[in-house]
């Protein structure tokens, strides 16, 4: 079984809106909706938006596991508007996410490996990521797992909910 990373684009929207419907199905069955909802994001057009956005301004990769697309990450220059960039350059991580059919299979960790040669064949020493910091911390804890360390934490506003809560963290490449 081998894992490849691959560049992305727009053509692969839809794959991409797939690991999302996998994830939230899975979450919703976990009894977790917080973190991404209850909606497919194929069905949900600020997801389907952000998606596009991501993947056609960013540095969109896919990790193909024996040559099945099975998670995603974007890379970008800067994090969402609802964070402040640092005050130095970096890369910022955006819409990991995984077929859970390859939960546990590497996939995710291989992407984030990715993201950080990236980063630093770019001559940037900062990458950093934020995430949900809500129920069991297990998100948290997979990017600890994967060498960054918490920076800061933050809430956004839902509408129909008070707040989302969220957790930046960030690794030095060298």
Request: with cysteine; aromatic share 10%.
């Amino acid at each position: 079984m081998t894992i490849n990373i691959r560049k992305a684009g727009p053509d692969d929207i839809p794959v991409i809106l797939g690991m999302f419907d996998s994830a939230v199905q899975w979450l919703v069955s976990q009894g977790r909706t917080r973190q991404w909802g209850t909606t497919p994001w194929s069905e949900n057009p600020r997801a389907v938006a952000m998606i596009t956005r991501y993947v056609t301004e960013g540095s969109p990769y896919i990790a193909e596991y024996d040559g099945v697309p099975a998670a995603t990450l974007t890379l970008t220059d800067a994090p969402g508007e609802y964070l402040e960039p640092a005050d130095e350059p970096e890369r910022f991580i955006h819409i990991l996410a995984s077929d859970r059919r390859f939960k546990g299979l590497g996939t995710g960790a291989a992407l984030l490996a990715h993201a950080v040669e990236e980063t630093r064949k770019a001559g940037i020493s900062l990458l950093r990521v934020d995430c949900y910091a809500g129920d069991d911390g297990k998100l948290v804890a997979f990017y600890e797992n994967n060498g960054f360390i918490p920076a800061e934490s933050f809430t956004v506003a839902v509408p129909g909910d008070d707040t989302w809560p969220g957790q930046v963290l960030a690794r030095r490449v060298r």
